[in-house]
Structure formats: C-alpha cells, structure tokens
C-alpha cells in the first residue's frame, strides 16, 4: 500500500510539474530576456530543474516559435540568435536541461546523465508551456549533444508532437574517435550499466574553447563556470547514455515533421592553435554527421556550410550569415 501511494504521489507531482504555470524573472542576460525555474521530480541525484529563457516581443502575432537545445559542456547565452529568430518572426524560447547553466544545483555533478530519455520530461514541460502562451508552430533545435537528444526525442513522440519542425546544428551522431579508443566504447558503455558514478579518466583540450570565447579567439561572452574551456570529466554512465542513443540513430530514426541538418564542410585535428579552427568542426566528423542523416526516414533535408564551426552559429560572421540563411529558406519553404 506504501509503494502505491508513493507511485501515486509521484504521478501527481509529475502531473503537477507539466501543467503548472512559469513564473519568470529577470534573466542574467538582460536586454529584455526571462527565465522560469521548472521544478521537475527527483532523480537519483535528488533535486532536479530546468530553466526555461525566453524573450517576450509584444509586437510579434501568430504562433511561430523556437525552442533551441544547447550541447554538452554547455548552456543558452546567444543573444544574436534570439535577435535572428525574432527578426523573422519567431518567438524566443531556450532551455537550459537539467544539471546545465541556470539549471545545475549543489547536489548535481554537472553534465551527469544515465539515459537521454532523462531530458524528454524537460523538452515536453518546455514545449507544453509554449503551447499554453500561444505557439503553435514550433522549430525544435539542437546543437551536438542538443541535436542527439532532439532526434531521439522526436522519434519517441512520434504522432503525438509537441512540435512542427526540427532542426539539428552538427548533430552528436557518433563518437569522433579511431583505433582502439572507437573500439572501446561497447566496454566503457557496459560498465556504464553497472557502474554509472565511476568517472572516466583523461581530458580534453581547451583550444575548442579558446576558438569561441572572446577574450581569447574569438567573439563571444559567455559564464566560464556554466561553459569551461575544458569539462569536468565525465562518468561511464554518461558515456553508456550517449552510446545507447548513436546505436538507436545508427539504426535509423523515424521522424514524423520535416528535419533539416547544418553541418559544416570540413572537420579539423588540431592538438595545438591553428586559425583552421575557424574554419572548420573540431568536435565531430563531418562525414559521420551525413551518414548517420542520410538514415533518417521521411522528410530530412541536410546542407553543408562552408568553413563552419562545430556550432554553426558561433561561426565567424559571414559563415553564420549563410547558415541562417539556408534555415529560413529551409523553414520558408517546408
């Protein structure tokens, strides 16, 4: 009797957590944009948020919207985005998933994740309070890790979407790795399973980093804190959760809105700077980021941008420029 009312309790706190209203303050970006706190329920860390950002545009009518999905090591801060969308008519909204940015609390090991489906109840309580203030046609967007997450969240709600477009940013198709670090992940996500909290050695260079924060080389601000050059490392049940996710896309996703893929033309290795790292991915294999597309079944469209970034809209100016082109020609015409 004890475990059915613990069940039934939970239900109603999860019920509770969907439907209730924002109450949005200030954001720390200023400029106008607002965040709520969404207290979703425990998991096995115990307290759980996210944090829904939103920029409200009194003068804007109709219901096109977006909901953009940051990466790993990562968390909304791109006010110049948010400006592009607005300009072509689209209301602002980001999140901010569990244990990143505005969302990661004291109990939490930032980025720490068992199952992907771990952010599917965030996704669904953003887009459900997107539809309570009036969207109706919503772009669902994803950078990397964003646009992994995205994929699989909108095969699991197929026919029953919250959303009408998807768009992927260099989605996190597939580890970028060769030898016998590629062959090791089936082990490492095995243990994952049984051993979740054991944290995997070794790093990664910060020159990524470094090519996107401005008083480096690059062009944009944001809070070291929520996006460090070099991430804590992660556990095995995270590396588990990512290779559980590439083997459901290497089998072929089934998307029931029209999907459009950003990749960039070229990937690049670099162990130390090279101003290449402008002009190119140095996160992901282009090549895997296709091939794993071209599985996608409907109405997938995937376009090349020349000389991008891993994250294509924090690409140097006239690359970001072509990229938000093709994505509001590709949303013009769907």
């Not at 646009?147 to 959303?163: H, I, M, W």
Request: glycine share 8%.
């Amino acid at each position: 009797m004890n475990r059915f009312l613990l069940l039934f309790a939970w239900l109603i706190c999860l019920y509770a957590t969907s439907h209730a209203q924002p109450s949005y303050q200030p954001d720390d970006l200023g400029d106008g944009f607002e965040k709520a706190t969404l207290q979703m329920p425990d998991d096995y860390e115990g307290k759980v948020t996210c944090t829904l950002v939103r920029k409200p545009i009194g003068s804007l009518e109709g219901g096109k919207a977006v909901l953009y999905v940051h990466g790993f090591n990562d968390y909304f801060f791109q006010k110049e985005m948010a400006a592009q969308f607005i300009s072509h008519g689209y209301r602002f909204y980001a999140i901010d998933l569990r244990k990143y940015g505005r969302s990661i609390l004291p109990n939490q090991k930032m980025n720490n994740l068992r199952d992907l489906a771990e952010y599917f109840a965030d996704l669904d309580t953003a887009l459900s309070i997107m539809r309570s203030e009036g969207c109706t046609d919503i772009l669902l967007s994803g950078h990397s890790t964003g646009g992994l997450t995205v994929s699989l969240y909108a095969q699991s709600r197929l026919g029953k979407e919250k959303f009408d477009a998807v768009f992927l940013n260099s989605p996190f198709f597939d580890f970028n790795l060769k030898g016998l670090q590629k062959k090791a992940i089936p082990a490492v996500s095995k243990k994952g399973r049984k051993k979740p909290d054991k944290i995997l050695k070794g790093g990664v260079s910060d020159i990524y980093g470094k090519s996107l924060y401005y008083k480096d080389k690059g062009e944009w601000d944001y809070n070291l804190t929520w996006k460090p050059h070099v991430s804590p490392p992660v556990n095995y049940g995270f590396i588990n959760a990512i290779h559980q996710g590439h083997e459901t896309v290497h089998k072929g996703l089934t998307i029931g809105k029209p999907v459009l893929v950003l990749r960039s033309d070229n990937s690049v290795y670099n162990k130390k700077w090279n101003d290449n790292m402008l002009t190119g991915d140095a996160i992901l294999n282009v090549e895997h980021i296709e091939e794993q597309s071209r599985k996608i079944k409907n109405n997938c469209t995937i376009k090349v941008v020349k000389n991008g970034m891993h994250d294509l809209i924090l690409s140097p100016k006239p690359v970001r420029d072509e990229a938000y082109r093709m994505l509001f020609e590709w949303l013009g015409n769907r």
